[in-house]
Every structure is written in structure tokens, then in C-alpha cells.
């Protein structure tokens, strides 16, 4: 597998998706992303939250908040490079969940933030100073859906 790199200017995407207490047997919720640049893929994650949200909402926006720490890291890396051009657009971090977005965007307006656990919030930091931002994009097209669903059925469906 090869990166083509066509000398244009690079765009970097990240799709983020949540599936809420996919484990029936410790209530915890499972995340994805993935990252493409210039429409390939090169990084992509699944992983079973830590903390236990109390939403689905919750569940993706400790998703996001992890993603656009990510998104930063990348951002910064290829701009450390100095050999390509970097990126100078804002990462844009896909999410299938509007309440999520709208927290992220607008953290005043929601009263279940204050719920989630305070390492989450630093997504409003990054996405006010315009380092990531946040679009919706519909379930069926989020590239990230199907690495959310990979936890399947607990091991007490089994028994």
C-alpha cells in the first residue's frame, strides 16, 4: 500500500463514531475513528472507553475529545516535517451526532456537560481556537461506523 501524494495542498478528515454500552457486561462504551489525508487512510483506532457515559451523546463527545487531540498531533507532525506543504485549514472532524457537535461548538447551552469529566472539555479549547471543526455527517456515510460496532456481543450472550 502506497500514499500518492499529488503535490496539491493537504487536507486532513477525521471521522469519529461512538457506539453507547456496547459491552452488556461492564456498561462501557466503545469508540472509532479514522483519519484520511487527501482521501487515503492513515490512521484509524477502536477502543473501549474508559470512563462509562451516562448517554449517547456522552459517548461521542468522549469520542471527539479524543479525536481532535489526535487531529492536533497529526496537524502538527506533518507541519514539523517542513518537506510537504502543511496544512492550513482547520481539520474538519466528522460526527454523526448533533448533540455532540453542538457542545462543542456552543459548551454554554447544554446542562448534561457538567456531567462529563473535565480532561474531556479540552475539545471546546481546541475547536474555539479553530485548530479542528466539527461537521456533521449522516451514520451510513461516517467512515468510522463500523469500527464503533466491533465489540459484538458480550461474553454473558454466550453463557
Not at 457506539?19 to 473501549?48: I, P, T
Request: charged share 30%; aromatic share 10%.
Amino acid at each position: 500500500m502506497f500514499l500518492i501524494y499529488d503535490g496539491g495542498e493537504l487536507i486532513l478528515e477525521g471521522y469519529s463514531d461512538a457506539r453507547f454500552e456496547s459491552d452488556d457486561d461492564d456498561a462501557k462504551s466503545q469508540s472509532g475513528f479514522v483519519f484520511k489525508l487527501n482521501s487515503g487512510v492513515v490512521s484509524w483506532k477502536s477502543s473501549k472507553q474508559d470512563a462509562t457515559a451516562d448517554s449517547t451523546t456522552e459517548a461521542e463527545y468522549i469520542t471527539v475529545s479524543k479525536v481532535v487531540k489526535e487531529a492536533v498531533w497529526m496537524k502538527n507532525y506533518i507541519q514539523e516535517l517542513g518537506m510537504i506543504p502543511s496544512i492550513t485549514e482547520s481539520v474538519v472532524i466528522f460526527c454523526d451526532n448533533n448533540e455532540a457537535i453542538a457542545q462543542a461548538k456552543e459548551p454554554r447551552s447544554h446542562h448534561c456537560s457538567k456531567y462529563i469529566l473535565r480532561r474531556y472539555h479540552l475539545l471546546m479549547e481546541i475547536v474555539s481556537r479553530g485548530d479542528c471543526r466539527m461537521d456533521r455527517v449522516r451514520s451510513v456515510e461516517n467512515t468510522a461506523d463500523h469500527l464503533a460496532d466491533v465489540a459484538g456481543r458480550s461474553y454473558s450472550t454466550y453463557r
